[in-house]
């Protein structure tokens, strides 16, 4: 009977110290995963003579070690071009970034948007409502948390796509 409880005793005890491990471990490892994710995005402001355009494009990436990270991103855009039309854009995208060396980076980005635009042109409401892809593939000069380039659309579609043409400038922020 002796010899049973002290068996049972060493057996709650190697389960207390097995769970208590692998607790601390679980910590360490969330603590690492982040300390290596990023937050960043983008923020766009445009307006003009009865033009407004904004867009909050808040993201995050994980970095796998220097040179690769891999993330998701948000994408809310409204414009309005008085007596013209208004538009919202909702969607989000993936986002792989590749440094071929601190101060290069190479990008791809795929991006679904819902756009739902209401045309007002001689008062005859038209409305709109599609989904969009795009798949971007980017190069960029990286200084410290920003990375300045240009990315190029490869599904672009000029009478589906929110943006003008196929190359677009990018700004780049992680912290």
């Known amino acids: 009977m002796m010899h049973t409880f002290k068996k049972t005793k060493s057996t709650l005890l190697f389960i207390y110290l097995f769970v ?5 471990i679980a910590q360490q490892q969330k603590h690492d995963f982040w300390n290596q994710v990023r937050f960043g995005g983008g923020v766009g402001l445009s307006f003009g003579d009865g033009y407004f355009s904004g867009t909050l ?36 995208s993936l986002i792989g970034l590749f440094n071929v060396v601190n101060e290069f980076q190479l990008s791809t980005e795929f991006e679904q948007l819902n756009v739902n635009r209401t ?27 920003v990375t300045f380039g240009v990315r190029y659309d490869v599904l672009y579609d000029a009478d589906k796509s929110i943006y003008a043409n196929a190359w677009a400038p990018f700004v780049r922020f992680y912290f």
């Open 119 to 145: 045309y007002n042109v001689n008062l005859n409401l038209d409305k709109d409502n599609y989904w969009v892809p795009a798949l971007f593939i980017g190069a960029g000069y990286r200084n410290g948390q």
């Open 20 to 24: 208590a491990t692998n607790i601390i």
């Open 57 to 92: 494009a808040p993201s995050a990436v994980y970095e796998f070690d220097r040179n690769f990270a891999f993330g998701l991103g948000l994408n809310a855009t409204f414009n309005n071009q008085k007596n013209v039309y208004k538009s919202t854009i909702l969607g989000g």
